[in-house]
Nanobody, 116 residues
């Protein structure tokens, strides 16, 4: 059984920082791209950032310059460093990983709340 477990969410004031982590566990034979998505109340889930197995990254325009995605392939873990947080960043953040043999898998989500 393969699962993704996120951690690091919480409540922070505007301008603050949080670091999210997502670790893949189980019988893993390799991971292609890993991504972070978010979903705010009443809105569709949107891509925040993505990183390939080779380390290439891309970001949603609204987070460029504030968020940084990284990964540790030895630990099957992806991170999202979020700086200069804004109230509009409030959402449930989900990890997604494209796993060899299994395809795409989602984590359970972690709540990020930014107060003004």
């Amino acid at each position: 059984q393969v699962q993704l477990v996120e951690s690091g969410g919480g409540l922070v004031q505007a301008g603050g920082s949080l670091r999210l982590s997502c670790a893949a566990s189980g019988s893993i034979f390799g991971i292609n791209a890993m991504s972070w998505y978010r979903q705010a109340p009443g809105k569709q889930r949107e891509l925040v950032a993505r990183i390939t197995s080779g380390g290439s990254t891309n970001y949603a325009d609204v987070v460029k310059g504030r968020f940084t995605i990284s990964r540790d392939n030895a630990k099957n873990t992806v991170y999202l460093q979020m700086n200069s947080l804004k109230p509009e960043d409030t959402a449930i953040y989900y990890c997604n990983a494209d796993l060899h043999l299994y395809g795409a898998r989602w984590g359970q989500g972690t709540q990020v709340t930014v107060s003004s």
